[in-house]
T-cell receptor, first 115, second 111 residues
Framework: EAQVTQNPRYLITVTGKKLTVTCSQNMNHEYMSWYRQDPGLGLRQIYYSMNVEVTDKGDVPEGYKVSRKEKRNFPLILESPSPNQTSLYFC??????????????FGPGTRLLVL | KQEVTQIPAALSVPEGENLVLNCSFTDSAIYNLQWFRQDPGKGLTSLLLIQSSQREQTSGRLNASLDKSSGRSTLYIAASQPGDSATYLCAVSNTGNQFYFGTGTSLTVIP
């Protein structure tokens, strides 16, 4: 089954404790992206990747890191989480970013609480 | 920076009614526009994607239109059903890489 998976689905942590949220897709997609969703603000893009070893900042990249060493995986790293990073996080992928033709497929989300 | 607005924030209709959801954006130089559906506690599901060269797209009871010059898109849902109850989001891309989402319209279809 074609899908985007995220782990963990729920995470409670404390300020300053490094964490990684994994994202994996099995559709051989080139493009992957991370978003956060907050009430009243909608989804905002954090980082995106057009292919292996090619990443770029989205609208709200501060406090986050990403890497794309393999085509299928795109982990989101919070080196020193703070309470304002408490949010619902979504990973998404699409076949390509070119041409404007390709729809994004979303993972189920990771709910993060930073105390 | 692209700003995307969806009005109304919430909508409640009786089953069987036809309805229109609105999305407006500030920068008309878009690459594409997508409509998504989000069910509570779940991820987003793509409904329709309209490329910048297109005026509309249809899928079943759904029809999305795009008017770039006025910075607007509408999602038309025909003969609404209780299963259509969800939050509907529109997303605009100016480059194909970066996406800007509206805050969504929460739709409730009453049986």
């Amino acid at each position: 089954e074609a899908q985007v998976t995220q782990n963990p689905r729920y995470l409670i942590t404390v300020t300053g404790k490094k964490l990684t949220v994994t994202c994996s897709q099995n559709m051989n997609h080139e493009y992957m992206s991370w978003y956060r969703q907050d009430p009243g603000l909608g989804l905002r893009q954090i980082y995106y990747s057009m292919n292996v070893e090619v990443t770029d900042k989205g609208d709200v990249p501060e406090g986050y890191k990403v890497s794309r060493k393999e085509k299928r995986n795109f982990p989101l790293i919070l080196e020193s989480p703070s309470p304002n990073q408490t949010s619902l996080y979504f990973c998404a992928s699409s076949l390509s970013s070119g041409g404007g033709r390709w729809t994004q497929y979303f993972g189920p989300g990771t709910r993060l609480l930073v105390l | 920076k692209q700003e995307v607005t969806q009005i109304p924030a919430a909508l409640s209709v009786p089953e069987g009614e036809n309805l229109v959801l609105n999305c407006s954006f500030t920068d008309s130089a878009i690459y594409n526009l997508q409509w998504f559906r989000q069910d509570p506690g779940k991820g987003l599901t793509s409904l329709l994607l309209i490329q910048s060269s297109q005026r509309e797209q249809t899928s079943g009871r759904l029809n999305a239109s795009l008017d770039k010059s006025s910075g607007r898109s509408t999602l038309y849902i025909a003969a609404s059903q209780p299963g259509d109850s969800a939050t509907y989001l529109c997303a605009v891309s100016n480059t194909g890489n970066q996406f800007y989402f509206g805050t969504g319209t929460s739709l409730t279809v009453i049986p």
